[in-house]
T-cell receptor, first 113, second 116 residues
């Protein structure tokens, strides 16, 4: 009964380092999303995917890349981390049509120093 | 682009009083409006949702109203309790600009504080 699982939960990076955040869902959902949450800014969509092998840009895609090689996994990559990418990152998934509940992972707190 | 406006950003009420949070949306084609609650350090979780074919939905102390003509919807919490303290997000289902796909667009959130 895992739902949506994100790894890692916490990470500290130095400016210029790279990392990958992993999101895994076991609900057979078609849609997956990556959001960042900053104080006073709400949840802003970074990238999303409407199915295996597809990805698209959201509201704030710059500095991030994503991949969806398997239906259950959605990876978010930072190639060269910047302090402006310090944030809490949430992955979410939903059923195909998008008219249904989005289930969130527990979040990843990333600090770039 | 399409967006969702949420007000107020912070709301403080006395325990036992009612709280109302309002949202407006821009896409008249939107037809699904969920509300999420996020406790400190936790993930957002759905508390109630409404679809465009109804004007009001209630679940115990929580209710949501929708006015499609005016493009706004509201969350109502009655008899507030300390455990209602959290950040609440509204969302609207709409097409993502340029992507050819649809999904949820979120408001910026309301920090609800229940004063004892």
């Amino acid at each position: 009964n895992a739902g949506v699982t994100q790894t890692p939960k916490f990470r500290v990076l130095k400016t210029g380092q790279s990392m990958t955040l992993l999101c895994a869902q076991d609900m057979n959902h078609e849609y997956m999303y990556w959001y960042r949450q900053d104080p006073g800014m709400g949840l802003r969509l970074i990238h999303y995917s409407v199915g295996e092998g597809t990805t698209a840009k959201g509201e704030v895609p710059d500095g991030y890349n994503v991949s969806r090689l398997k239906k259950q996994n959605f990876l978010l990559g930072l190639e060269s981390a910047a302090p402006s990418q310090t944030s809490v990152y949430f992955c979410a998934s939903s059923r195909r049509q998008g008219y249904t509940e989005a289930f969130f992972g527990q979040g990843t707190r990333l600090t770039v120093v | 682009g399409e967006n969702v406006e949420q007000h107020p950003s912070t709301l403080s009420v006395q325990e036992g009083d009612s709280a109302v949070i309002k949202c407006t949306y821009s896409d008249s084609a939107s037809n699904y409006f969920p509300w999420y609650k996020q406790e400190l350090g936790k993930r957002p979780q759905l508390i109630i949702d409404i679809r465009s074919n109804v004007g009001e939905k209630k679940d115990q102390r929580i209710a949501v109203t929708l006015n499609k003509t005016a493009k706004h919807f509201s969350l109502h919490i009655t008899e507030t309790q300390p455990e209602d303290s959290a950040v609440y997000f509204c969302a609207a289902h709409m097409m993502y600009s340029g992507g050819g796909a649809d999904g949820l667009t979120f408001g910026k959130g309301t920090h609800l504080i229940i004063q004892p």
